[in-house]
């Protein structure tokens, strides 16, 4: 299997970074809503501290997956879209990246604004990025969980994207994302 | 007979050199806290990372000259109620039964008889009291002697570290050491008025 992308499909790396992010997110959900049914106490504050952590790691993971996009090939979009089709396809590729980097960076700056450093898994501490703040604490929780539902709904879309080109349209832009498959177009991976 | 008497006539003399030197050694000066210049803060590891609050109220008296240790003393009490960690839900929850539990435990206590020199200032010996669990603690501190306005002043400042459940602060799922640290440092800048 390649490690770079080529014209045609996604490289182990790009792959590597795409399902790790996806495992990541459902894990930032589940940690995200079984903290919400907790009243304050020990149990809330490890579930949210994991939470924080684990949003870091995205942090992170995000940077270094759009450092590798920038030096590698991306794959074409089929031909076969309509127009409007390629621009709806770039724009939530484009909406997934910055909300990728909206949601931690939110969460982080909430932290802060709360007066609650953020640790990653106790390692190290992060820089407060604001100073304590409680109106502007407000108001990030909001954003915070507002862009979830945003993220949720840009998901959806991809899904349901990845799903149609797959069963419908029985392309190959789903199975490029795929390890251990094989697509019609370029090597075999 | 005669070894029973030498032994009274020595027990005797070191008695009336005791009291002499009691009387000769330099009288204490009898302290209060000025709250509005002290602080007294805690910190701690949360999630990670260090978190600081302080108690806002307490009151002490320090009987001291640094000429006559012998007969100075430290006491203070700390309103366990006026917690201050910047979060008014954190502040709550360190009220609670499981924590501070300041409602059945509305002061902390510390009282020292002895105070000892040290390399770097003095060190109070004595027994802590915290959320009705006394053990046995000391305090390093220096003290700073002043006069100001004509009126004579201290400032007393340490810095020393506890671990909170030997007090038993952390019951139940706060027992857990692994989001909050077991390990809290304790600092204080205080300055005292004679009195």
Redesign the interface.
């Known amino acids: 299997m390649p490690l770079r992308n080529t014209r045609h499909r996604w490289g182990v790396l790009s792959q590597l970074f795409h399902w790790l992010i996806v495992a990541l997110v459902i894990v930032q959900v589940t940690l995200a809503s079984l903290a919400d049914d907790l009243p304050p106490g020990a149990k809330k504050l490890a579930l949210l501290a994991r939470h924080k952590s684990v949003g870091i790691t995205i942090l992170m993971l995000v940077i270094l997956r759009l450092s590798w996009r920038s030096l590698n090939l991306t794959p074409l979009l089929p031909t076969t879209l309509k127009p409007y089709e390629r621009l709806l396809a770039r724009f939530t590729h484009a909406a997934l990246y910055v909300l990728l980097f909206a949601m931690p960076l939110s969460g982080w700056t909430m932290s802060s604004a709360r007066g609650f450093p953020v640790s990653w898994f106790g390692f190290f501490t992060l820089p407060d990025l604001v100073p304590k703040n409680k109106s502007l604490y407000a108001a990030l929780l909001t954003t915070h969980e507002a862009l979830a539902w945003v993220l949720a709904a840009v998901v959806a879309l991809h899904v349901a994207a990845a799903l149609k080109h797959h069963f419908m349209l029985r392309d190959d832009v789903l199975r490029r994302m795929l390890p251990f498959t094989t697509t019609r177009q370029g090597p075999r991976a | 007979m005669i070894v029973n008497s030498c032994a009274a006539a020595l027990l005797a003399t070191a008695l009336l050199a005791a009291h002499a030197a009691a009387a000769d050694a330099p009288a204490v000066t009898h302290y209060v806290l000025d709250p509005a210049r002290s602080s007294l803060e805690f910190n701690f590891l949360?999630?990670?990372?260090?978190?600081k609050g302080r108690f806002r109220t307490l009151q002490v008296s320090l009987d001291f000259s640094s000429e006559n240790l012998a007969a100075s003393r430290l006491d203070v009490t700390i309103e366990t109620n006026s917690v201050d960690t910047?979060?008014q839900?954190r502040d709550?929850?360190l009220r609670s039964a499981d924590l501070l539990a300041v409602t059945k435990f509305p002061q902390a206590h510390f009282a020292a008889a002895k105070i000892e020199r040290t390399a770097a200032g003095y060190d109070a010996i004595g027994k802590l009291t915290v959320r009705g669990v006394t053990r046995d603690a000391h305090i390093p501190f220096t003290f700073k002697a002043a006069t100001e306005n004509g009126a004579p002043a201290g400032y007393m400042s340490g810095k020393t570290s506890l671990r909170r459940l030997d007090y038993g602060v952390g019951q139940?799922?706060?027992k857990?050491t692994?989001?909050?640290g077991n390990d809290v440092g304790v600092s204080f800048a205080l300055r005292l008025a004679a009195h």
């Open positions: 949360q999630a990670g990372a260090q978190n910047g979060d839900e709550d929850t139940g799922d706060w857990a692994d989001q909050v």
